[in-house]
C-alpha cells in the first residue's frame, strides 16, 4: 500500500502543459487544476516549482471557469521557454520554498539592447516574484488584473512598470542559488547587455506574442511542430510528414512573427532567407547560396527555413524575362523535391501575393498546405492590444474593448503602430518637465507616465490601416442624430445594412441572407451619400467611398482590375461598406450607347460578377447613389444585386424641422427664431438646401458686424429671400412616375436594352434625349 501510494503521488504531480492566454503572460504565475493544489498541498499566491527540461518556479493561481476539470497547467510563453517544453508536453510540479535573495542581477534578453539608469523600478516591478537563474523574465506596467484574486497578488501585478514598452530580462544571476525572491534588503543590479552561453537559447518570440490568430496557430502547429517534435508518429503511420508550408495574407498580419514563434516553440534551428538577399550577381551564385542554407538546415536538424516575400524569388516562370528567376525557381523546386522526408526540416514561406508565385510550388509535396493569415476580428484586434498594452502605464479612462471596436480594418502592425503613436502622445506631454542635458530622467517624472484615452483618440488620426492604404477608406464620424427627414430611408438601411452586420446569427438563425446592395436614388442634395456614412458608422464598418472617375481608365482591362481590386480589399477588412456615388456613369445600361461601350459594359460586367459571382461577398455591403436610376443597368437592379431600391425624397415639414435643428445646433439663436415657421415656409428644400440657408443667415448676421453674437429671425428672412429650392415640381412628378416604373419593371421580363421611361423615349427624328 505505501508504494502505490507513492506511485500515485508521483502521478499527481505530472501534468500536462497549456499556453496562457496572452493577456495573461509575463506576470509569473500558473493556472493549476485545484484538484492538483490540493493534492500539493500549494493554496492561491504559494511558489510552486515546475520541471521540464530545466526547473523554473511560477506563483500558483486557480484556473480558469472553462478549465474547471481539466488535468492541465497553464503557462505563458517564457515559463515554457525557462522550464524547456512546449505546449502539449508533460512538467512535474512539486511546492517549493522561496527564499530571500541577498543579489540578484538582470540583463537584457533581446541582442543588441543595452540599458542604462537605476535598477530601483526593477526591485519594485519583480517584488515578491519567484525567480531563478537563467530564467527569462518580462516586466509588465499597470495590469488590470481579476477581482477574484488574492490581494497579495493583486498588488504583485499591480506594481509599477519599469518603462513604457515591455521589456524582456535575463535573471544572470542570485544569491544564493535556486528559487529566490526580491525583498526591501537584496541588492537588485542591471548590466547593460548580456552575452549568452555557448548553446543557450532565448526565448524570442512565443505564441504569447500572437493575437487573434488562435485557428492558424492550430493549423500551423499540427504541419509544422509535430513533425519536428514527433516524427515518430508519421513514421507509425507510414506516411511522409509535410515539407512546406505557405503563409499568405495582407501585410502586417504577423507571417514573419508566426514563423519565429513556430522555430521557438518547437526547439529548432531558424534559418531566414530574405528574398532579395539571395540574388547574386555571378552566374549560379544565387542557387549556390540556396543549396547552402538548405545544406545547413539539414546538419542542425529540428531546423525550420523560413523564406520571406517568396514571391520575389519564385515569381511564375512564364511572366518573367531573366534566367536568373528561372534557375532559382528551378533550384527551390529541386531542393524541395531532394528534401529526405524524415530529415526534421520544414521549410515556411510567406508573401502577400500568392498569386505571383509560380504554380509549380504550389502543390501536395511542396508546400503541402497554404494557411490564410487574414485581418483580424473584433477579438482579435482585443487580443493584440492586450499584447501592445501589457508594459504600458495605462489609465483608468483607457477602454481598450472600445479601441477594439474603433479600429476596423487594423492588422497586427497597424495596433502596434497606435500603440506606439499613443506612447509618444503620453510622452509630448511630460516634455516641458524634461531637462534634456540631463543624463537621467528623474523617477517620479517616470513614474507620473501613464498613457491615457485621449492618446489613443490623438494617435487614431494618424494611424490608418494598411490593408486600406490603397483605396479611399475612412472611419465616419456620421452618426444617425446627424441625419434629419429621412426616417423610412434609415429604418430600411437600419435593417439591410446595421442588424446584419452587427447581429449576422439572428440572420442564421431564420435561414435568411442579408441584403448585398441598397441603391439610393432621388434628387440632388437629399443625403444619400449621408445616409451611407451614418450607416456605415453605426453598424462599425469600413466605408470605402469610390466614384467612376476613381475606376474608370483609359488603359484596356485596366478598369476592371480596379473594380475587382476594390473589392478584393474590401473582403479582407470585412465588415466593409462600399460606396460608389454617380453609380449611373459607372455601370450604364449595356447596348444602349452610353459612354464608350466597350469598357463600361466590361465594367458592369465586372460588377455583376463581383457582387453575385463565385466568391461570395462576406459581410461586405455595396451600396450606389444615382440621381438618374431609370440610366443604371437593369440586371443590376434584381434581388442578389441591389436587393433594396431606396427612394431619398425631399423632407416633409416636420424632417426640415429636424434638419433645421441640426444644422443650428451650434448656432447661438436669437430669442425670435422659429425653426418651425422657417419648416413650414421650405416647401420641397432639401437637406442641402436648408444648410445652405442656415449658413446665409450666419453671413447676413456677421454683415451687421464681426462681434455679433447671436443670429436672429430677420437674418433667416433675409437668407430666404437668396435662396430658393433646388427641386422643382416638375422633378417630383418625374421622380414618382420613376418610382412606379421601377415597381412595375420589377415585376416585368426585361427586354431589349432596359427600361425608358414615359417623357424619356428618343424622338424618331433623331433629335437629343430629352431626359
Request: net charge negative.
Amino acid at each position: 500500500m505505501p508504494e502505490t501510494d507513492t506511485i500515485d503521488r508521483v502521478k499527481s504531480r505530472r501534468v500536462q502543459v497549456a499556453s496562457l492566454p496572452p493577456g495573461d503572460s509575463g506576470r509569473g504565475f500558473a493556472r493549476l487544476p485545484e484538484s492538483l493544489m490540493r493534492d500539493l498541498g500549494v493554496g492561491e499566491g504559494d511558489v510552486i516549482e515546475i520541471g521540464g527540461k530545466r526547473s523554473t518556479a511560477a506563483i500558483a493561481v486557480k484556473p480558469y471557469g472553462e478549465d474547471e476539470g481539466i488535468d492541465i497547467i497553464r503557462l505563458d510563453g517564457l515559463q515554457r521557454a525557462n522550464a524547456g517544453v512546449g505546449s502539449g508536453d508533460f512538467v512535474e510540479v512539486n511546492k517549493a520554498e522561496s527564499k530571500a535573495a541577498t543579489r540578484v542581477v538582470f540583463a537584457p534578453a533581446q541582442p543588441n539592447v543595452r540599458l542604462q539608469g537605476s535598477a530601483d523600478a526593477l526591485k519594485r516591478t519583480f517584488a515578491r516574484r519567484p525567480l531563478v537563474e537563467g530564467d527569462t523574465v518580462a516586466t509588465t506596467g499597470h495590469q488590470r488584473v481579476n477581482a477574484d484574486m488574492p490581494e497579495a497578488i493583486r498588488q504583485m501585478l499591480n506594481a509599477p512598470a519599469f518603462a513604457l514598452q515591455e521589456l524582456r530580462l535575463i535573471v544572470a544571476q542570485t544569491q544564493p542559488k535556486g528559487i529566490v525572491h526580491i525583498d526591501s534588503k537584496t541588492v537588485v543590479e542591471l548590466l547593460p547587455e548580456y552575452t549568452a552561453k555557448d548553446g543557450e537559447r532565448r526565448a524570442d518570440v512565443t505564441y504569447d506574442d500572437l493575437g487573434g490568430m488562435r485557428d492558424t496557430i492550430d493549423a500551423l502547429r499540427e504541419m509544422v511542430e509535430l513533425p519536428l517534435r514527433h516524427p515518430e508518429l508519421f513514421q507509425r503511420l507510414g506516411v511522409d510528414p509535410p515539407k512546406g508550408v505557405l503563409l499568405h495574407g495582407p501585410p502586417g498580419t504577423g507571417k514573419t512573427l508566426l514563423a519565429r514563434a513556430v522555430a521557438n516553440e518547437s526547439a529548432a534551428q531558424f534559418f531566414h532567407i530574405a528574398g532579395p538577399e539571395i540574388m547574386g550577381s555571378a552566374y549560379g551564385e544565387s542557387e549556390r547560396r540556396l543549396r547552402e542554407i538548405f545544406e545547413q538546415a539539414a546538419a542542425a536538424a529540428p531546423s525550420i527555413i523560413f523564406i520571406d516575400e517568396i514571391d520575389s524569388i519564385a515569381p511564375k516562370r512564364g511572366q518573367v524575362t531573366g534566367e536568373a528567376e528561372k534557375r532559382l525557381v528551378a533550384q527551390l523546386l529541386t531542393l524541395l523535391d531532394g528534401m529526405e522526408p524524415r530529415q526534421n526540416t520544414v521549410v515556411i514561406a510567406a508573401t502577400n501575393r500568392p498569386e505571383a508565385i509560380d504554380e509549380a510550388l504550389r502543390r501536395p509535396g511542396r508546400f503541402d498546405r497554404e494557411i490564410v493569415v487574414g485581418v483580424p476580428d473584433e477579438p482579435g484586434r482585443r487580443e493584440i492590444l492586450g499584447i501592445h498594452t501589457r508594459g504600458m502605464p495605462l489609465s483608468t479612462d483607457v477602454d481598450v474593448d472600445g479601441l477594439a471596436r474603433r479600429t476596423y480594418g487594423f492588422v497586427g502592425a497597424d495596433l502596434a503602430a497606435l500603440t506606439r503613436e499613443a506612447a509618444l502622445e503620453a510622452v509630448r506631454r511630460i516634455m516641458p518637465r524634461l531637462n534634456l542635458a540631463e543624463e537621467t530622467i528623474p523617477a517620479e517624472v517616470l513614474e507620473s507616465l501613464s498613457v491615457e484615452s485621449r492618446d489613443f483618440d490623438n494617435a487614431l488620426k494618424r494611424v490608418q490601416p494598411s490593408a486600406m492604404r490603397e483605396v479611399m477608406v475612412e472611419a465616419p464620424t456620421i452618426t444617425w442624430e446627424d441625419v434629419g427627414g429621412l426616417d423610412d430611408a434609415q429604418t430600411r438601411l437600419r435593417e439591410g445594412v446595421e442588424l446584419p452586420l452587427k447581429h449576422p446569427e439572428a440572420f442564421r438563425r431564420l435561414g435568411i441572407r442579408p441584403a448585398k446592395g441598397f441603391l439610393l436614388y432621388g434628387p440632388p442634395g437629399t443625403g444619400k451619400t449621408l445616409l451611407a456614412k451614418a450607416a456605415a458608422r453605426e453598424s462599425e464598418a469600413n466605408f470605402i467611398a469610390t466614384k467612376s472617375s476613381d475606376l474608370l481608365s483609359k488603359w484596356y482591362g485596366e478598369s476592371e482590375q480596379q473594380i475587382a481590386r476594390l473589392f478584393h480589399r474590401a473582403r479582407q477588412v470585412a465588415p466593409t461598406i462600399i460606396f460608389i456615388d454617380e453609380l449611373d456613369s459607372l455601370v450604364p445600361a449595356r447596348g444602349g450607347g452610353l459612354g464608350e461601350p466597350q469598357v463600361t459594359e466590361r465594367v458592369v460586367n465586372t460588377i455583376l460578377a463581383e457582387m453575385d459571382g463565385l466568391e461570395e461577398l462576406q459581410n461586405v455591403v455595396v451600396i450606389g447613389a444615382t440621381n438618374r436610376p431609370t440610366l443604371v443597368d437593369p440586371a443590376l437592379l434584381r434581388p442578389g444585386r441591389f436587393d433594396e431600391l431606396i427612394y431619398v425624397g425631399t423632407p416633409d415639414t416636420a424632417g426640415r424641422r429636424r434638419i433645421l435643428a441640426i444644422h443650428t445646433r451650434n448656432m447661438p439663436l436669437g430669442d425670435d427664431v422659429n425653426l418651425e415657421s422657417l419648416a413650414q415656409r421650405t416647401e420641397r428644400f432639401t437637406g442641402a438646401d436648408l444648410e445652405d440657408l442656415v449658413r446665409r443667415a450666419g453671413l447676413t448676421a456677421l454683415r451687421r458686424g464681426l462681434d455679433t453674437g447671436k443670429v436672429g429671425m430677420a437674418d433667416f428672412e433675409t437668407a430666404l429671400g437668396e435662396t430658393r429650392a433646388s427641386v422643382t415640381a416638375d422633378m417630383l412628378e418625374e421622380y414618382e412616375r420613376i418610382q412606379e416604373t421601377l415597381k412595375s419593371e420589377a415585376t416585368r421580363p426585361l427586354g431589349g436594352i432596359g427600361f425608358v421611361l414615359p417623357g424619356m423615349l428618343r424622338p424618331k427624328g433623331g433629335g437629343k434625349d430629352n431626359g
